[in-house]
């Protein structure tokens, strides 16, 4: 679709999510918004490339969390993108405080801009209907108002907060005075908001001036303002990104921007829009997204069915999954946990994960497959005093010069080249050859190649973990 000449629209692609719901695949070092749940891009990917439109739209602003960046900024790099900016929050604040960040940041370069704030890890399927939702909310938003996106709901869902539409806006279809913003409801007043036709479901999608919701939040939550600023001020760039500083930024109270501002103002206006949104919440919310066969069943991966209806089956790994006279079942099979769920109680997926953290176990956290800004490293094996690991190091990247206390490696080149610094010496690597690098050896791992780099590593000695690793220099600032 095309739209007349107007102002730019600067997207805010919000990123601190950590989708605990969808574990075992949505991890705290890897969460949903960067995995590909719903098409061949991941979440973040998709909704980066929902705003290129460099017509309508300018340069997207990340806001994400500090152990996200380099996957991140290679996601983006890989879809052919180049952001405004990422910045990196050091603590986690909620919405309001990220969306203070965005609008100071904005308001330095265009006092008049729109701020268009997306989640990154929401699905929408009708880019036409969002982008004519963008467009009215646009022209509401230049008339003074602070606007949210609502959902037509087409069930009587209980995950979601609601938006009761107030008087219908003068000259802009489908907005409206916001008349409530409601929690999520039970299924009985769910079914009631469904039946009244009166009710949106709350998107957690907004546009405003940036000029008007400083002003309003400087009114009824000055404390966010003033954190946000500081963080700004004392905040540092480091290698393509922003880095706000901790101490500052820890002091924002700790609340969305429903509640901060858009509960509070007079000036709260939302665009009724039916675009085939959702946020992803859930394993069921998948289900129901996804494309089913004639046993009501959506699968992916190595996957085998015998009288199995309305599932949701998922194998990321190297292993068949299979289901015999199962229904309403969710399994998802990653390389190192398994899933089974009921679907309808999906939603109790978080209290396993705290279980898991509570019991101090890695699985909340990573993946056996960890990335890194280089490439990123596979456990295959490990046993008393010994590791095994797959490295795969991009064309042109390599590793920080480091030594390690506790263990001594082994690298045995499987395809491409390596340049290994050990000590003084230089060392190329070709395919079927190995180093050894003692306890205590400065070294260094590069690929100087055109083609991805892949290694075995074979670690040995009394302590294997991650964090023994003294790095001396580093190209991604990690020293």
Request: with cysteine; glycine share 6%; proline share 4%.
């Amino acid at each position: 679709m095309t739209r007349t000449s107007s102002p730019q629209i600067h997207p805010v692609i919000l990123s601190g999510g950590s989708g605990t719901r969808l574990w075992p695949m949505s991890r705290e070092h890897y969460p949903k918004q960067l995995l590909s749940l719903c098409s061949n891009q991941s979440m973040l990917q998709d909704t980066a490339a929902r705003v290129r439109d460099t017509k309508r739209f300018a340069a997207p602003l990340l806001i994400c969390n500090q152990e996200h960046r380099f996957i991140i900024a290679e996601q983006i790099r890989q879809i052919g993108l180049a952001p405004q900016a990422i910045v990196l929050e050091p603590v986690a604040r909620n919405t309001a405080a990220a969306a203070a960040v965005a609008a100071l940041t904005l308001a330095e370069r265009d006092p008049n801009a729109l701020l268009l704030l997306l989640p990154a890890d929401h699905l929408i399927r009708d880019q036409d209907a969002f982008l004519t939702a963008v467009d009215t909310a646009a022209t509401v938003a230049a008339t003074g108002r602070l606007v949210t996106f609502g959902i037509v709901p087409h069930a009587p869902e209980t995950g979601y907060g609601y938006i009761r539409r107030g008087t219908m806006i003068a000259g802009h279809d489908g907005s409206f005075n916001v008349a409530a913003f409601i929690e999520k409801p039970t299924r009985s007043v769910a079914e009631e908001f469904l039946a009244s036709g009166e009710y949106l479901w709350n998107s957690g999608m907004f546009l405003f001036p940036v000029g008007l919701f400083l002003a309003e939040l400087e009114r009824f939550e000055p404390a966010v303002l003033a954190a946000a600023k500081a963080s700004l001020a004392t905040g540092e760039r480091d290698l393509d990104f922003f880095r706000l500083d901790k101490e500052n930024f820890a002091t924002s109270p700790g609340t969305s921007i429903d509640y901060a501002v858009m509960e509070r103002t007079e000036v709260a206006a939302v665009v009724a829009a039916d675009m085939g949104w959702t946020d992803v919440g859930s394993w069921s919310a998948l289900w129901e997204v996804g494309q089913r066969d004639a046993n009501g069943n959506v699968h992916h991966g190595d996957v085998l069915m015998h009288d199995t209806r309305n599932s949701y089956v998922r194998s990321e790994c190297n292993t068949l999954v299979a289901l015999v006279g199962l229904d309403d079942t969710v399994v998802v099979a990653t390389d190192d946990a398994i899933l089974v769920a009921a679907r309808d109680r999906v939603q109790d997926v978080k209290v396993l994960v705290e279980q898991l953290k509570r019991d101090g176990r890695t699985e909340p956290m990573t993946h056996r497959k960890v990335h890194r800004p280089w490439g990123f490293y596979q456990s295959v094996h490990e046993g008393d005093r010994f590791q095994v690991k797959r490295l795969t190091v991009a064309p042109g990247a390599r590793l920080s010069l480091q030594k390690h206390y506790h263990r001594a490696e082994h690298w045995v080149v499987v395809n491409g080249t390596a340049l290994v610094t050990r000590g003084e010496e230089q060392i190329l690597l070709r395919e079927n050859e190995s180093v050894y690098i003692p306890l205590g050896t400065v070294h260094r791992l590069e690929n100087p190649g055109k083609v991805p780099l892949n290694l075995i590593e074979v670690q040995s000695g009394s302590y294997l973990g991650e964090d023994d690793i003294v790095r001396i220099d580093d190209t991604y600032g990690r020293t």
